[in-house]
C-alpha cells in the first residue's frame, strides 16, 4: 500500500506539470499567412491563412507579436507594405525582387492596421490588424515610413522617389501628404491613386485624385515591358508599349486609359498574361516633376 502511494504522487506531479506546459505551448503559436495559388478560382493568386478558406488574409494579433509569411509554390512573390511596416527577416520585401521556396516573420511592434500588396496577383492586398495589449484593434494605421512604388526608404521616417527632373521627398505620415509629392494628390498616394495591380483586356485602366496644388500641370503614364516577354532583341530593358498623356489637368479624379501597342498585344495573345510597369509622372505648372510606379499584371 505504501508503494503505491510513493508511486502515484510522482505521477501527479508529472500530470500536473504536463498541464501547465501545455497551455504554454498552445500560446507560443504564430498567425501564419502564405500564398495560394488558387485563391477563389484556379490560378487567381492571393495571401491567405493556412487551413482557412483561399481568400485575401486577414489576420489579428498583439502588437509585439510575429507573422510568418511564406511562399512554398512555383509563383514568384514578394510584399509591398502600404504604410508603416514591420520589421521583417527572410521576407523578400520590395523593391526585393519577387522569389519562390521562402519562409520568414515580421514583427509588429505598434497596434495598428497594416496592409501589403503583391501586385503581380489577382488578389493583391492583404492586412494585419495589431492591437495593443489586452484590447481589440483599432483600426488606425500606425505612423512612419509610406513605401509607395518605387520609393526608398530613407532616415527618420522619410523616403525619396525618383522623378524625371530630379527627386521628391517625402517625410513625415503616411503617404507624405504634406510634401511635395503628397500635395499634389488629395489625400496621398494611397488615397489617390487607383490603378488595379491584376487587369484584364488590351488597356491599362485607372485614375489619380490631383489636388488644387497640381491643378494645371500635366500627368503622363507609361507603360513598360521586359523585351524578354515581348520576343524583342535585348536582354532584360524595359520597352515602352504604351503611352498617354493628359494636359491641362483640372483639380478632382482624372482617369486614365493606356492602350498596348500591337507588340504587347501579341505577347498577350500568346502567353496571356502580361506584366508591366506603370510609370506616372505628374508635372505641376510650377515645381518639379513626381514619379510614381506600380506594378500591373494584365492577362488576355
Known amino acids: 500500500m505504501r508503494l503505491r502511494k510513493r508511486l502515484l504522487f510522482p505521477l501527479v506531479a508529472l500530470l500536473g506539470a504536463a498541464v501547465v506546459v501545455l497551455p504554454a505551448l498552445a500560446a507560443s503559436s504564430e498567425a501564419k499567412i502564405e500564398v495560394n495559388e488558387d485563391c477563389i478560382a484556379s490560378n487567381w493568386q492571393c495571401w491567405t491563412s493556412p487551413g482557412a478558406s483561399p481568400k485575401p488574409a486577414s489576420v489579428t494579433i498583439a502588437a509585439g507579436e510575429v507573422v510568418t509569411f511564406a511562399d512554398k509554390t512555383s509563383f514568384a512573390a514578394n510584399i509591398t507594405w502600404k504604410g508603416a511596416a514591420p520589421t521583417c527577416s527572410g521576407v523578400p520585401v520590395s523593391p526585393a525582387p519577387a522569389a519562390t521556396g521562402w519562409e520568414g516573420t515580421c514583427r509588429f511592434e505598434q497596434s495598428g492596421t497594416y496592409q501589403f500588396e503583391d501586385a503581380s496577383m489577382y488578389y493583391p492586398k492583404a492586412t494585419v490588424e495589431v492591437s495593443a495589449a489586452g484590447t481589440t484593434p483599432t483600426g488606425t494605421t500606425p505612423t512612419g515610413t ?11 521616417g522619410s523616403s525619396t522617389t525618383s522623378s524625371g527632373s530630379g527627386s521628391s521627398t517625402q517625410t513625415g505620415g503616411p503617404d507624405g501628404a504634406n510634401t511635395p509629392l503628397g500635395s499634389l494628390l488629395v489625400g496621398g498616394v494611397s488615397a489617390a491613386l487607383e490603378l488595379a495591380g491584376a487587369q484584364h483586356g488590351q488597356a491599362v485602366h485607372g485614375s489619380v485624385d490631383v489636388s488644387q496644388a497640381g491643378a494645371g500641370g500635366r500627368l503622363e ?13 535585348g536582354h532584360s530593358a524595359h520597352v515602352q508599349v504604351g503611352r498617354v498623356v493628359r494636359a491641362s489637368l483640372q483639380a478632382g479624379t482624372v482617369t486614365f486609359t493606356v492602350a498596348l501597342d500591337a507588340r504587347a498585344r501579341h505577347a ?33
Open 146 to 156: 509610406t513605401t509607395t512604388g518605387s520609393t526608398s526608404s530613407g532616415p527618420s
Open 221 to 233: 503614364v507609361e507603360l513598360l515591358a521586359l523585351s524578354a516577354s515581348l520576343a524583342s532583341a
Open 268 to 300: 498577350l495573345r500568346v502567353h496571356r498574361r502580361l506584366a508591366l510597369s506603370v510609370r506616372i509622372v505628374l508635372s505641376p505648372a510650377h515645381g518639379s516633376a513626381v514619379t510614381i510606379t506600380r506594378s500591373v499584371v494584365v492577362r488576355g
